[in-house]
C-alpha cells in the first residue's frame, strides 16, 4: 500500500512563493508518473504539474513560467515550487501517483491528503 503525504502549504502574499513537497511511503520499487493537482471551492479538480520517472514535466497553461515540478527518485518525493502567486492560485493542492511499480495494482492512481494554498493580502 503507497501512501502520498504533502507539505508545505500556507498563506502567502500575491507575487510571493511557496514550495510543496510530497512524499511517497509504502512498499513499492518506483513510482512512474507523479502529478500535482489542485480544487479550488466551487471548481473541479485540474492538473497543475506532471512529471514522468526520467523527468519529463509538462504544466497548466495558467501555471508555466511561475511553478516547477521536481522529484527525487531516490527518496521518493516530488515537490511544486511556486513563484509569482496570484489570488487564483489559492487551492487545496493535491499529490498524485500511477504506475506504481512494485504492488499489486500498478495503474491503480494514489491520492495524497491534500495541503491549503492561499494567496491573499
Request: aromatic share 10%; glycine share 10%.
Amino acid at each position: 500500500q503507497v501512501q502520498l503525504v504533502e507539505s508545505g502549504g500556507g498563506l502567502v502574499q500575491p507575487g510571493g512563493s511557496l514550495r510543496l513537497s510530497c512524499a511517497a511511503s509504502g512498499s513499492f520499487f518506483y513510482i512512474n508518473v507523479m502529478r500535482w493537482y489542485r480544487q479550488a471551492p466551487g471548481n473541479e479538480r485540474e492538473l497543475v504539474a506532471h512529471i514522468t520517472s526520467s523527468g519529463i514535466t509538462d504544466y497548466a497553461d495558467s501555471v508555466k513560467d511561475r511553478f516547477t515540478i521536481s522529484r527525487d527518485n531516490a527518496k521518493n518525493t516530488v515537490s511544486l515550487q511556486m513563484h509569482s502567486l496570484k489570488p487564483e492560485d489559492t487551492a487545496v493542492y493535491y499529490c498524485f501517483a500511477v504506475g506504481i511499480v512494485g504492488v499489486q495494482r500498478p495503474n491503480s492512481p494514489v491520492w495524497g491528503q491534500g495541503t491549503q494554498v492561499t494567496v491573499s493580502s
